[in-house]
């Protein structure tokens, strides 16, 4: 099992930037993957970016290319989202996910743990 805590979350207008953290604890040998999920109210939770551990290959949602930015601390075992140019629409509660696909968690499938989510508001 790894543990997964999300930080970084809060209230921002819209144009503005955002950065998240997502720190890793426990098994993490067995992750090859993380990446971010978000889910708004009345929605199903929906892929953002994901990136593979080992060799830095991401991946991204269409609706956040060119704004969002994920990158990796392998010697911290951490995960970042920078978020920037923030739209209304962004306003959700964003989820650190960790799995063992080589191609990070694309999918909520693919996830092996979650962490808690952290609040994301962006005002217009």
């Known amino acids: 099992q790894v543990q997964l805590v999300e930080s970084g979350g809060g209230l921002v207008q819209a144009g503005g930037s955002l950065r998240l953290s997502c720190a890793a604890s426990?098994?993490?040998?067995?992750?090859?993957?993380m990446g971010w999920f978000r889910q708004a109210p009345g929605k199903e939770r929906e892929f953002v970016a994901a990136i593979n551990w080992s060799g830095g290959i991401t991946n991204y949602a269409d609706s956040v290319k060119g704004r969002f930015t994920i990158s990796q601390d392998n010697a911290k075992n951490t995960v970042s989202l920078q978020m920037n140019s923030l739209k209304p629409e962004d306003t959700a509660v964003y989820y650190c996910?960790?799995?063992?696909?080589?191609?990070?968690?694309?999918?909520?499938?693919?996830?092996?743990?979650w962490g808690q989510g952290t609040q994301v508001t962006v005002s217009s």
């Open positions: 426990g098994r993490t040998f067995s992750v090859y993957g």
């Open positions: 996910a960790a799995g063992p696909s080589k191609i990070g968690p694309i999918m909520p499938t693919m996830v092996a743990s």
